[in-house]
């Protein structure tokens, strides 16, 4: 009798689902109080003016909630638009947003109270081609709640203040992080002149000792200039691997938070000025199996930047590197390859401890394998291939497709 019921559930529940047809922001507004698990609002084609999308609908990992372009790539969004998501389980495919000029575009939550889970930003779009200027910081996609996943996306061309893809963590909510950004195309920001020009950014000072449990795999990185800092880790337990850096002239810093893994991704200077690796600070990071090739960065953009820690460091502050392991990466070609006691302030002093750097291969035909400015006692450096040649394990694989699949 208990399956009878069930199937029988499946059943109502599969007749039940709807596909409903939106033409404009009222008809959204409307749909969106009576939208059922497993409906699918199809948004029709077309130019969507200064649109601005809300919804808190609950579906389920069998029968989301759907929102999607009639025709993948033809729903274009422009102006002050903007989609906030909150509730479970909510899909969102094929809109593309063209030069945004608000301050919030892709937006999982509905408001403070109403965050978004198991939500799905996939197939989309967010782009910019004119020279926006603003004195606010916006962004172009903002991830709140828990276990969300933003996919094969393209985001490109932000000019503005505020880092393009933001996770934002809270320290009310219990149940926060553990978001997936993966096979997505982020394309070229131009330099933003100032701190705020971030690619992405997981976590702020304020929460960056909370665990975000984040992965961010499989995406390429090109030209994304905005500052320094591409992405910046400032949270905790966070993985960063299969990832493709392609002419970024700027790093992947571990700026607050601890016990991050770097793993298997490609750094590719791409003949761009400035381009680096990675930027340690803070405990128990692991960076290990990752190629850096061609790069031509120095001081903070060096291949590997270990910073000086802040004795008694406040949140925004420098913590010492401890108990770092670098193994297993590749160094081919760099102009600087690893600096060890990088001073990022004055009040820096306090060299690595308890660190490892070991296994690794490092070309030293255009620089030393070493720079070395501070106390290294703290430092074990063993068992790594230093010299001339190309090592054997050197290989720049291709990147995986990303991006939408209407953009190929």
Known sequence: MRQHALLAFALAVSVSAKDIPVADAAAFADVAKTVATGDTIILQD??????????????????????????????VFTGDSRLSVGGAHVLVDGLWFQNPTGAQVLELRLDSKQLASDCRITNCAVTNDTQLTSVDSAQFVSIYGARNRVDHCYIAGKTTQGTTLVVWLSEEAKDHGRHQIDHNHFGPRQKLGKNGG?????????????????????????KCDGEAECISNKSCGNIYRFNTFKGVSGTLTLRHGNGCRV????????????????????????????????????????????????????????????????????????????LIGMKGEKKATLPPVETEITGNRIQTSQGEAFEIKCAVDGVVMKDNEIGLELPEAYKLAAPEPVGPSWRK
């Not at 971030?198 to 090109?222: H, P, W, Y």
């Not at 590997?304 to 820690?309: A, V």
């Open 46 to 75: 077309g130019t969507w003016a200064d649109a601005r999308l809300k919804i808190h609908a609950e579906g389920t990992a069998e029968k989301p909630v759907t929102i999607r372009a009639q025709t993948p790539g033809k729903v």
């Open 198 to 222: 971030e690619t992405i950014r997981l976590g702020d000072s304020k929460t960056s000792m909370q665990t975000a449990a984040c992965i961010v795999e499989r995406n390429l990185f090109e």
């Open 263 to 338: 793993e298997n991704n490609v750094f590719s200077g791409d003949k761009a000025k400035g381009s680096g690796g990675v930027r340690i600070i803070g405990e128990d990071h692991v960076v290990t199996g990752n190629l850096f090739d061609s790069l031509t960065g120095d001081n903070e953009r060096s291949a590997m930047c270990f910073m000086l820690g802040i004795p008694d460091s406040v949140p925004n502050g420098y913590f010492q590197v401890k108990r770092a392991k670098v193994t297993n990466n590749t160094f081919v070609n760099c102009a600087h390859n690893i």
